[in-house]
């Protein structure tokens, strides 16, 4: 595996731009507002051949201001210096020495991690500035000048950070699969990371907005490889005020982008409402395989036809994701949390599975002889052929005489033979229709 490296200091002296300009890609979430990153958050920085994973934390604080949010979010830094194989020091040239760069310099010296200190908003280029000798007092050697707007000194300070690493870890080739857990704020989408994980990966508050970023989880486990993003909690669109909350929201979205599988997250107590239908439509949208996950099912007053309830009215709220398969589980005690090891394996096969013409055709041969083709003002729909094009979703394309006859309840008909047969479970499947060409086609129907 990868030498893990961790980004600390106090906040708003560039750890999250830096971050970004490190990786090459905007994953933190940068603003000017002070605790702007809360939770910990991987990326993947490469240099000379050779890769690292890198640890976004948030700002530590200490003193009178502190309180039961920063706490946790020094806990968290704690964590990922805990994990670290080396320590990049972020301060602020802008600013100077300050109180609370000293406080964190002698934790990091307690930690007997390498540590790298990096002077950061170094922006002019040329000789620096008195406040940048002022850094040799913290004594962790000699700093190094950066400007992560920039860029400036990165390369130096990449150096520095590989000197500092143990030996090369040769990384898993196997591919983990993304599961991307997406939901209204406060359904329990980081203690969900945090029972599986086995400890407090992200941050828990009855606070709606506590998780901002996407943060990553690597668990592996005899079922296989899996990269668990937490994401914001989305709210509806009115109740969105906040700029950082707004930068959230797309995270979220990018993070269903770049997912093998999508749990959705309903709260038990209030049950399915029209806030998680949106939030469901965009893994729809994005031809992802999907799990409706209930979660906090333990708090519920149970009979034997409660689950039965429950399911009818998702299966009502979610009529365009009928193939979703529904888990109730309790991420605080972890009641039916390890099935959904098998049901993201099953809903990522589903996903990508491929079917071959002949059987295809077979299929769609023997559902028109039960139920014809429809007929419109004399014209009847003629389905030439019909083959499979994509997967991820599943896409297949569909060869007629007109495309205006092959209406929407023929080709749900033509679906539900389809999943009948092969399952599909957990996947959305696409359906391209084209009008014949000059070509002719061996096979009519």
């Not at 707007?149 to 150096?159: A, E, I, P, Q, S």
């Not at 990966?201 to 506590?210: E, K, L, M, P, Y």
């Not at 060869?399 to 092959?406: A, Q, S, Y």
């Not at 539900?416 to 096979?443: A, L, Q």
Request: net charge positive.
């Amino acid at each position: 595996m990868k030498s893990v490296v961790a980004l600390v200091g106090r906040p708003n002296v560039g750890k999250s731009t830096l971050f970004n300009k490190l990786i090459g890609r905007r994953i933190s979430i940068v603003d000017d507002t002070p605790g702007v990153t809360r939770d910990r958050v991987y990326g993947e920085c490469e240099w000379l051949n050779r890769k690292i994973s890198i640890i976004d934390t948030g700002g530590i604080e200490y003193g009178k201001n502190s309180d039961a949010m920063t706490d946790k979010i020094r806990k968290q830094a704690e964590i990922a210096i805990d994990l670290a194989d080396a320590v990049i020091f972020v301060v602020d040239l802008k600013s100077g020495l300050v109180a609370s760069d000293t406080e964190i310099a002698h934790m990091l010296k307690k930690s007997g991690k390498p540590v790298i200190l990096c002077v950061n908003k170094a922006d002019n280029i040329g000789n620096a500035d008195f406040n940048f000798y002022e850094f040799y007092n913290l004594g962790l050697g000699d700093p190094i000048k950066v400007s992560s707007v920039h860029g400036h000194g990165t390369g130096d300070l990449l150096d520095a950070v590989f000197k500092n690493l143990p030996e090369y870890k040769f990384e898993d080739e196997e591919d983990a699969t993304s599961v991307a857990i997406i939901g209204k704020p406060n359904v329990g989408k980081s203690s969900l990371i945090n029972y599986i994980s086995g400890f407090e990966r992200s941050i828990v508050s009855n606070v709606a907005g506590t998780t901002r970023d996407t943060v990553d989880t690597k668990i592996s486990n005899s079922f296989g490889s899996y990269n668990f993003i937490d994401t914001a909690g989305i709210r509806r669109r009115s109740k969105i005020t906040e700029n950082i909350e707004k930068y959230s929201v797309i995270r979220a979205k990018l993070a269903v982008e770049r997912a093998d599988v999508c749990i959705i997250m309903i709260d038990a107590q209030e049950g399915a409402t029209e806030q998680d239908t949106k939030i469901a439509s965009l893994a729809h949208e994005a031809g992802k395989a999907s799990i409706i996950v209930v979660n906090k099912w333990d708090t519920i007053d149970k009979d034997t036809h409660t689950m039965e309830k429950f399911k009818k009215n998702i299966r009502g709220m979610f009529l365009f994701m009928s193939y979703a398969p529904i888990l109730f589980i309790s991420a605080k005690t972890g009641k039916r949390v390890n099935e959904l090891y098998e049901c993201i394996n099953k809903v990522k096969n589903s996903n990508s599975m491929r079917i071959s013409t002949g059987i295809l055709n077979d299929i769609l041969a023997e559902a028109i002889t039960r139920t014809p083709t429809p007929t419109h003002k004399g014209k009847k729909l003629k389905i030439y052929y019909m083959t499979q094009v994509g997967i991820c979703p599943p896409t297949f394309v569909f060869f007629v005489n007109k495309k205006d006859l092959f209406h929407f309840s023929y080709q749900h008909y033509i679906e539900n033979n389809i999943r009948k047969i092969f399952g599909f479970s957990g996947t959305p499947i696409r359906f391209i229709i084209r009008e014949k060409t000059k070509k002719n086609f061996e096979t009519k129907f």
